[in-house]
C-alpha cells in the first residue's frame, strides 16, 4: 500500500507560519518527486511546490517564493513545507502528491504528473 498523510493544517493570522508534513507509507519517498498543491474555493488545484528525487532540487510557485521552504527528512520518510509570512490567499486545501518518475521544466506544478495524493489538509489565512 503506498500512502501519503498531510498534516499540520489549522487557522493562522496574517503574517503567522505553519508547518505541514507529508508523510510516506508504503514507499521510499526519497525515490518520488513529490509536490506540494492547494486549492481555494471555486478555484484550480495549483503548484505551491517540489522536491526532486534525483539531486534534491525545489521549485516554488512565484507566489510563495521567499516564505515557502519545501524539505525532505529521509529518516522520517516525511517531506515538509515550511510556510511564513503566510497571506489570506495562501488560503485552502493543501496536498502532497508523488510521481514516481522525473519531471522535467514547469511539468512539476501540473497535477496530472502525480501518480499519489493524499487526504489533503485545510489552511486558513485570516485575521
Known amino acids: 500500500q503506498l500512502q501519503l498523510v498531510e498534516s499540520g493544517g489549522g487557522l493562522v493570522q496574517p503574517g503567522g507560519s505553519l508547518r505541514l508534513s507529508c508523510a510516506a507509507s508504503?514507499?521510499?519517498?526519497?525515490?518520488?518527486?513529490i509536490g506540494w498543491f492547494r486549492q481555494a474555493p471555486g478555484m484550480e488545484r495549483e503548484g505551491v511546490s517540489c522536491i526532486s528525487s534525483s539531486d534534491g532540487s525545489t521549485y516554488y510557485a512565484e507566489s510563495v517564493k521567499g516564505r515557502f521552504t519545501i524539505s525532505r527528512d529521509n529518516a522520517k520518510n516525511t517531506v515538509y513545507l515550511q510556510m511564513n509570512s503566510l497571506k489570506p490567499e495562501d488560503t485552502g486545501v493543501y496536498y502532497c502528491a508523488a510521481r514516481r518518475r522525473n519531471v522535467y521544466g514547469n511539468l512539476w506544478s501540473w497535477p496530472r504528473m502525480y501518480d499519489y495524493w493524499g487526504q489533503g489538509t485545510q489552511v486558513t489565512v485570516s485575521s
Open positions: 508504503g514507499f521510499t519517498l526519497d525515490s518520488y518527486v
